[in-house]
T-cell receptor, first 114, second 114 residues
């Protein structure tokens, strides 16, 4: 595997389910990000991790719970989601969180909440 | 706060014609600016970025953009469109705090007509 991978690519879940999204980067980067991409809205930054430590939580509801066990892996744990949470969830990584470092994106997980 | 406006959610051009995608930003200090491209079912890929120095920036696939401070613009151009350029394009501005947080526009979908 190369670059940034995300699993699953598609996920359908009910509002009472618990599921997790996984992201893995094979680039040796230190920073990882979760974004939410909804139709007709700008990409929304959700969380930022640097060297496994969370550095940014962009007022995300607690039904989204991130986990970063090491610099290569990032999870997004989901529980009691709402239909409006249906979106494409993108993971990204960069060498560092300093300004201007290129962010490399994974293909995303298309989440549908029923 | 920083923000980005992309004028035109959809742009259609004929194959071989000039591509012009517009981006205006709001920032109180010199910005870092980015253009990303997203092909169907894929994540975002960096086309080019401006940080400092030369205001005309060349990127991949023949794209370029010019930073114009007086117009607060960072429009993306390509002299001759190819069918393979059909995708969604996102302009982004970097957070001013020194962290690598990006603020994205709502995107412009480019259609190339044969």
């Amino acid at each position: 595997e190369t670059g940034v991978t995300q699993t699953p690519r598609h996920l359908v879940m009910g509002m009472t389910n618990k599921k997790s999204l996984k992201c893995e980067q094979h680039l040796g980067h230190n920073a990882m990000y979760w974004y939410k991409q909804s139709a007709k809205k700008p990409l929304e930054l959700m969380f930022v991790y640097n060297f496994k430590e969370q550095t940014e939580n962009n007022s995300v509801p607690s039904r989204f719970s991130p986990e970063c066990p090491n610099s290569s892996h990032l999870f997004l744990h989901l529980h009691t989601l709402q239909p409006e949470d249906s979106a494409l969830y993108l993971c990204a990584s960069s060498q560092d969180i300093g300004r201007g470092y290129e962010q490399y994106f994974g293909p995303g997980t298309r989440l549908t909440v029923t | 706060a920083q923000s980005v406006t992309q004028l035109g959610s959809h742009v259609s051009v004929s194959e071989g014609a000039l591509v012009l995608l517009r981006c205006n930003y709001s920032s109180s200090v010199p910005p870092y600016l980015f253009w990303y491209v997203q092909y169907p079912n894929q994540g975002l890929q960096l086309l080019l970025k401006y940080t400092t120095g030369a205001t005309l920036v060349k990127g991949i696939n023949g794209f370029e953009a010019e930073f114009k401070k007086s117009e607060t613009s960072f429009h993306l151009t390509k002299p001759s469109a190819h069918m393979s350029d059909a995708a969604e394009y996102f302009c982004a501005v970097s957070d001013l705090t020194g962290a690598n947080n990006l603020f994205f526009g709502t995107g412009t979908r480019l259609t190339v007509i044969p």
